[in-house]
């Protein structure tokens, strides 16, 4: 096996809708520019037979959320239509997405890939404390279409405990038994 080829982290977009108080976009928003990869990039930069040969690629971000790149569902399906066996990980808070762009995804990706929704909360108010200028109902909306379309790929709800909601965990916890069972 080739060590470099195992796992790949690609931030495919500086682009977020948040402004999540701990996070650079907030504490030092200078830096950053709001840019994304496109799919020619991962075309002529990465390539047809680099794709093939890599084993998993995550899809986060530190400065934005992948799912606010332009092109990124156009990227996924070529990587998964040159590698079906890819493990994707695709890491977001969800906000802002149309049914329609959610449907796309789930037809995208199989058995061999994840899904994380990042949510701090279990309604609009109690996420919007960490996820600042989030859309729980296209949260929720992203969330149950993906699942309707594909029960196959692996899909998480990830939280970060804060003072504000630790005493609520049994929420978040109970909200992803009830979207795990659409």
């Known amino acids: 096996m080739n060590i470099a080829l195992d796992h790949w982290h690609i931030e495919v977009s500086s682009i977020c809708t948040l402004k ?77 997405k149309s049914i329609e762009w959610w449907e796309q995804l789930a037809k995208c990706l199989n058995s061999n890939d994840e899904i994380h929704w990042s949510l701090d909360g279990w309604d609009q108010e109690s996420n919007s404390k960490y996820r600042v200028n989030c859309n729980w109902n296209s949260i929720i909306d992203g969330i149950v279409t993906f699942r309707r379309h594909n029960t196959d790929t692996y899909t998480i709800i990830a939280t970060i405990a804060f003072r504000f909601n630790e005493s609520d965990l049994d929420k978040i916890v109970q909200l992803a038994y009830d979207y795990d069972s659409l």
Not at 24 to 44: V, Y
Not at 55 to 62: S, Y
């Open 20 to 96: 999540c108080p701990r996070c650079t976009r907030a504490e030092i928003p200078e830096t950053l520019l709001n840019r994304s990869l496109n799919l020619k990039f991962f075309q002529e930069q990465i390539g047809q037979n680099t794709i093939a040969k890599i084993r998993k690629i995550t899809f986060c971000g530190d400065d934005g959320d992948p799912i606010y790149a332009k092109e990124f569902l156009q990227i996924v399906e070529w990587i998964k239509n040159v590698n079906p066996n890819i493990h994707l990980v695709i890491i977001t808070n969800g906000s802002y």
